[in-house]
């Protein structure tokens, strides 16, 4: 595992052991594709056991962003398709969780927000440190 990986920063969640740390960069780090969703959905359930929900959504959130700290420079050259890109990706994640017995329509609500707003701060902060560096 990348060393990066292992000392990933959870301050301000309840993610403090190492295979607490090593669930949730698993799911930031997991692909949209069936084999990621599995992952998250096997990382998840042991997250929600916890009642750690605000937790959930950080992750989730770190998810939804993780293609922007990647490659940000596809995001500061086509902000609007890399949001948009961002959002549909989420909404596929979203429908696949509301299959979930453990998580309510008004959970998946608050994760679409927290997604959402997420996925706004990153690309406004790539926007504005492309901005900063071609300044300098």
């Known amino acids: 595992m990348d060393i990066n990986l292992n000392n990933q920063d959870f301050s301000g969640?309840?993610?403090k052991t190492p295979a607490e740390k090593m669930r949730a960069v698993t799911i930031i780090k997991a692909s949209?594709?069936?084999d990621g969703l599995n992952k998250?959905?096997?990382s998840l359930t042991f997250l929600l056991q916890k009642g750690c929900?605000?937790?959930v959504c950080y992750i989730m959130g770190q998810w939804?962003?993780?293609?922007?700290?990647?490659?940000?420079?596809?995001?500061?050259?086509?902000?609007?398709?890399?949001?948009?890109?961002?959002?549909a990706r989420s909404d596929l994640l979203l429908k696949h969780l509301s299959n979930r017995p453990?998580?309510?329509s008004a959970n998946i609500h608050m994760l679409?927000?927290?997604?959402n707003n997420a996925i706004d701060q990153e690309i406004t902060y790539s926007g504005n440190r492309s901005d900063h560096a071609q300044s300098a």
Do not use: H, Q, W, Y
Not at 112 to 115: A, D, I, K, P, S
């Open 32 to 34: 949209d594709d069936t």
């Open 40 to 42: 998250i959905n096997f």
């Open 64 to 87: 939804a962003t993780e293609p922007v700290r990647r490659c940000p420079g596809k995001f500061v050259r086509f902000p609007a398709a890399g949001k948009e890109a961002l959002t």
């Open 102 to 104: 453990d998580l309510t």
């Open 53 to 55: 929900f605000s937790d």
């Open 13 to 15: 969640t309840n993610i």
């Open 112 to 115: 679409r927000t927290f997604m």
